[in-house]
T-cell receptor, first 114, second 114 residues
Framework: AQKITQTQPGMFVQEKEAVTLDCTYDTSDQSYGLFWYKQPSSGEMIFLIYQGSYDEQNATEGRYSLNFQKARKSANLVISASQLGDSAMYFCAMREGILDKIIFGKGTRLHILP | NAGVTQTPKFQVLKTGQSMTLQCAQDMNHEYMSWYRQDPGMGLRLIHYSVGAGITDQGEVPNGYNVSRSTTEDFPLRLLSAAPSQTSVYFC?????????????FGPGTRLLVL
């Protein structure tokens, strides 16, 4: 069974609109961490945001926020006021336990339209 | 800090050849990992290490070996290259500080096996 599910293979969004990228996860651990990464067409992996399972507040980093709904096991990435430079592949990832392996979802390709 | 470095950037191998992909980090991170990225498959974890002398298998470990003799270095060895190992390989390291965790990726190694 997939541990990390990203159900949107691709999305098209108008510039300046907010974007929500979906991520659901599956774990029985109480302690885990959730990550989001951006991969532009140049290929590098860029860390965006992290949420620990014990954090009660949603993580935020600039225009990025993580909508953490523990009971639903979802960790959606919200990008406010999208820009053309946000066009990229976005990956959700999870670490189960403490200092354990980090595994990735299959990603969502985001296209920002001018 | 140089961050996470990987060498080589690009490599062509013939079936059956062996080689080592190098990965080094200068941030004193305990956790390091290797991923491969194939089109449409996201990133799949090959091996990971939670500290010097400790390694463990990820999702797709067959055909690869790792060792971690120092905190800084985490080489990935292909024992007998096969065309199915044609991929982009990423090395990553991560640290946690309090409730925050960050994972950094190297620039990747593009491997072609003929």
């Amino acid at each position: 069974a997939q541990k990390i599910t990203q159900t949107q293979p691709g999305m098209f969004v108008q510039e300046k609109e907010a974007v929500t990228l979906d991520c659901t996860y599956d774990t029985s651990d109480q302690s885990y961490g959730l990550f989001w990464y951006k991969q532009p067409s140049s290929g590098e992996m860029i860390f965006l945001i992290y949420q620990g399972s014990y954090d009660e507040q949603n993580a935020t980093e600039g225009r990025y926020s993580l909508n953490f709904q523990k009971a639903r096991k979802s960790a959606n990435l919200v990008i406010s006021a999208s820009q053309l430079g946000d066009s990229a592949m976005y990956f959700c990832a999870m670490r189960e336990g403490i200092l354990d392996k980090i595994i990735f979802g299959k990603g969502t390709r985001l296209h920002i339209l001018p | 800090n140089a961050g996470v470095t990987q060498t080589p950037k690009f490599q062509v191998l013939k079936t059956g050849q062996s080689m080592t992909l190098q990965c080094a980090q200068d941030m004193n991170h305990e956790y390091m990992s290797w991923y491969r990225q194939d089109p449409g498959m996201g990133l799949r974890l090959i091996h990971y290490s939670v500290g010097a002398g400790i390694t463990d298998q990820g999702e797709v470990p067959n055909g690869y070996n790792v060792s971690r003799s120092t905190t800084e270095d985490f080489p990935l060895r292909l024992l007998s290259a096969a065309p199915s190992q044609t991929s982009v390989y990423f090395c990553a390291s991560s640290y946690s500080a309090g409730t925050q965790e960050t994972q950094y990726f190297g620039p990747g190694t593009r491997l072609l096996v003929l």
